[in-house]
């Protein structure tokens, strides 16, 4: 895909979603850290049903560590993989207040050493909390990527690194809401919803091309 389609692609993003943000619900740095972590094979909203109750009764990582880990597990055993995530979470805050006077750090390094975390949630901490221009590439932006020919990599990391290249500076603060998003709601796994698109004529995707055609021949006079 060449720049100008890319940057067509993002200006309609931008025009039909001025300021995207995350689906999950936080109210400082460290909830925003602790739902991402929770996040992973989990649902947002699985995530935020589970962290209401949670960040009314620890807010901060003194809090949570003082809750303990039965208690933490009890919040979110609704979620997958609770058992690991709770004894991740009290690990993560033993070291914030330790190493980092009880703040998340906006480091990448100092995040990915933290339990649970690895590169795609340092991405979105460091974007939505910290506001650097990072892509965190999930299965969504993994999709849309390959499938619209946006930036096709064979691993998360080369979609990363393709999106970075392509992505216009202007846009890239927001690229991975407005893609998430995309990938979430339209540009689905199973039958993307390509009627509803609105980067439909600047799709790269073969079943959307043939779909295209036919539509085409089928309104022509």
């Known amino acids: 895909m060449n720049f100008q389609i890319c940057h067509e692609i993002f200006t309609r993003f931008r025009e039909s979603n001025p300021k995207p943000r995350t689906e ?13 972590v929770l996040s992973a094979q989990a649902t947002d909203i699985s995530v935020n049903q589970a962290t209401k109750r ?32 709770s004894k991740n979470i009290l690990k993560i805050c033993r070291m914030l207040l330790e190493e980092h006077n009880g703040r998340v750090p906006n480091d990448r390094k100092a ?26 590439v999930d ?19 080369e979609v990363e690194k393709n999106l970075l290249e392509i992505v216009p500076e202007e846009f890239r603060i ?36 043939e779909f295209r055609q036919k539509t085409e021949t089928k309104s022509a006079p």
């Not at 979430?184 to 600047?202: H, N, Q, V």
Request: net charge positive.
């Open 174 to 209: 927001d690229a991975h809401h407005w893609l998430i998003l995309h990938g979430r709601y339209t540009c689905i796994a199973r039958k993307p919803k390509c009627s509803e698109c609105m980067i439909f004529d600047l799709c790269e995707f073969a079943d959307k091309v």
């Open 111 to 136: 995040l990915e050493l933290l339990p649970g975390v690895g590169r795609k949630t340092a991405n979105v901490v460091l974007n939505t909390a910290f506001g650097e221009p990072t892509i965190a």
């Open 24 to 36: 999950l619900n936080y109210s400082n740095n460290f909830q925003l850290l602790v739902a991402v």
């Open 54 to 85: 949670l960040f009314q009764v620890a807010p901060d990582p003194q809090s949570m560590q003082e809750l303990g880990l039965e208690r933490v597990k009890e919040h979110i055993r609704s979620i997958g993989l609770f058992n690991t995530k």
């Open 139 to 157: 299965t969504h932006i993994f999709r849309v990527s390959n499938r619209t020919g946006l930036a096709p990599g064979k691993n998360v990391l």
